[in-house]
């Protein structure tokens, strides 16, 4: 399809934004959109690395329902695409990328949990999510240590299938610092075992979209989990995959 054939397709699929309430609207049903607006298939999460040009296009159209809109949709949309997907093409192994195409047509949505509430503007640097290896299951085990290691403000987070999630990896006691894993957030209908979700509440702006704070209690996931183009645990061992990089 040429640009302007799918620039036009997209700007048809997404013209009922146009006609939102955003100030009526419920974030489910604004999480619908979003999920409708997946399956679609017009913008495929891999575009971000094969087909950038689109990629960027489909920013640019959907910014011109901003005014009317406010910033609730698009953050949802680049929250899903930029960030959670995005991590997973910049940091996953070809077997973890190529799952996504699967994900996209199932309407599957993602957050992505990277700040914590006592990290403040040092979130990313002071993680205290911690996801321990389990030698015995193979798997990795996540905690937030303490109420205050509670990912939080997280767009898209009450209504999300899939995290990715920022965590202290340690293994055997020691640890390796923040990593990045692709985790349920959803069994079904029902929020995976373990975790918590906190409704964020009310915001003076943008209240389609919803906003958590997600707690791990125990949380268990196994070890394909991390996402491992760099990094990895093998044979109950810490592999650094790029040279160069002390640990």
């Excluded at 040429?2 to 699929?13: H, I, L, T, V």
């Excluded at 093409?89 to 994900?103: C, I, N, S």
């Excluded at 020691?174 to 995976?192: C, M, N, T, W």
Aim: hydrophobic share 40%.
């Amino acid at each position: 399809m040429s640009m302007p054939d799918w620039s036009e397709a997209f700007k048809q699929a997404t013209v009922g934004l146009a006609s939102m309430d955003v100030h009526g609207i419920s974030y489910g049903e604004s999480a619908q959109r979003m999920r409708d607006l997946l399956r679609t298939g017009l913008l495929r999460h891999t575009d971000l690395t094969q087909n950038p040009e689109r990629f960027f296009q489909a920013h640019r159209l959907l910014a011109r329902h901003s005014p009317t809109l406010g910033p609730g949709f698009w953050i949802r949309f680049t929250v899903h695409y930029n960030l959670c997907m995005g991590t997973v093409l910049a940091l996953g192994t070809p077997d973890q990328v190529q799952m996504l195409d699967e994900l996209q047509d199932q309407g599957i949505l993602g957050c992505f949990a990277l700040t914590e509430k006592l990290a403040g503007v040092q979130s990313g640097l002071v993680v205290q999510t911690t996801a321990d290896y389990d030698t015995t299951s193979d798997s990795y085990i996540l905690n937030s240590s303490n109420h205050g290691a509670y990912k939080n403000w997280i767009s898209q987070g009450l209504v999300a299938d899939k995290t990715t999630v920022i965590a202290d990896l340690r293994l055997g006691g020691k640890s390796y610092g923040p990593h990045a894993f692709f985790i349920d957030l959803r069994q079904g209908d029902e929020v995976f075992p373990g975790v918590t979700l906190e409704d964020m509440g009310r915001k003076t702006i943008g209240n389609d979209l919803d906003n958590a704070a997600i707690g791990f209690n125990n949380v268990k996931v196994p070890s394909s989990a991390l996402l491992s183009r760099y990094a990895a645990v093998e044979d109950g061992a810490y592999v650094q995959k790029v040279k160069g990089v002390p640990l």
